[in-house]
């Protein structure tokens, strides 16, 4: 599933969350991600002759616009088309009362021009991007559970085997 492996992408950026070229790298990749799940659906999908698929995407579309209007809103367009996006890196110093003496530790931040993505540590920013794919994933559960109940079945969802014994 499409879903799953931008579930998985985002995962792995939590590697990158101090490097401002792997945070900015994976951003891109995940705004791009996070678009392409929603474009599918709006335009690919939508598109099909399945009419229970196409009310239950319409339905669950319809229920949802705030919320997936809320994750990124026009961040993607500003990062991918006008350039708009920043990652710095930040030395910070951690205190060790203990032996008296300070450590440095990096930080990365993302910024998106015109949003409210403003000096986001990488970990909020990455975590931000969990939240998003994930609620794309439980998005595409209750459109299949409103699919089936629709009486459709062409295109549903195949049984999750994740917690089958294969031996």
């Known amino acids: ?9 985002a995962e792995s950026a939590l590697g ?4 401002p070229g792997g945070l900015w790298y994976h ?3 995940l705004f791009n991600a996070f678009y392409s799940l929603n474009e599918e ?4 999908t939508q598109n099909s002759a399945d009419a229970n698929l196409n ?3 319409v339905a669950w579309r319809a229920n949802n616009k705030e919320k997936i209007d809320s994750f990124f809103g026009k961040a993607r ?3 991918t088309h006008r350039g708009g996006i920043y990652t710095e890196e930040f030395q910070h110093w951690e205190i060790d009362h203990a032996n ?3 450590h440095p530790y990096m930080r990365s931040y993302v910024t998106v021009d015109d949003t409210d993505i403003k000096r986001m540590e990488g970990s909020d920013f990455i975590e931000l991007c969990l939240r998003a794919m994930t609620f794309m994933r439980e998005g595409i559960v209750e459109i ?15 049984p999750d085997l994740r917690d089958e014994d294969l031996f």
Do not use: W
């Open 41 to 44: 659906m709006v335009r690919r």
């Open 77 to 79: 367009q500003i990062a």
């Open 144 to 158: 299949d559970v409103d699919y089936r109940a629709r009486g459709g079945g062409q295109h549903a969802l195949p």
């Open 16 to 19: 990158f969350i101090n490097s």
């Open 27 to 29: 951003a891109i990749g």
């Open 55 to 57: 009310a239950a995407i």
């Open 100 to 102: 008296d003496t300070e």
């Open 1 to 9: 599933m499409k879903v799953g492996y931008c579930l998985g992408s």
